[in-house]
């Protein structure tokens, strides 16, 4: 089974979905880091010398690869329910699970702007984390992550909602 994480920034989809594949003994793909290898770039660097839109087109091109992955895991980066067809493809492919900790633990998480520079400007990110929640809202599961939480005991929850799928 394929399972996407999605989320804001600082919503875990990393660590958890570290966690979550170690559990389940399949791979985990992060596709930042994905994009970050194939390209020789980091997103920062990309952001400034591409430009958003053509990030976007990136990703989507490292997203329809992963949506024929077979058992998986995908860490995705926290913008990419805003272009639709990624989103289609992710609910097509496999589970999308919206990693769900409410924009004031995520600022909390965050802490650093310097590695974060949305949060720079938090009324920015507010707002971003705003015109981004209806497309989480179309996932198939949303999963609470509160700031104590560690990533197992996350895992452990997503584990719960797909009890078949997650059988040990």
Known sequence: MLIWLTGFMGSGKTTVGRSLSGRLGVPLVD???AIETRFGKTIPEIFAAEGEAQFRVLEGAVIAECARLGDAVVATGGGAVEEEANVELM??????????????VLRARVGDAATRPLFRDPELAERRYAQRRPAYGRCHLRVESKI?????????R???LLEDECAT
């Open 91 to 104: 609910l097509r492919s496999g589970r999308v699970i919206f990693l769900d900790g409410g924009f004031d």
């Open 148 to 156: 104590d939480d560690t990533p197992a005991q996350v895992a452990e």
């Open 31 to 33: 596709t930042d880091a």
């Open 158 to 160: 997503i584990c719960a």
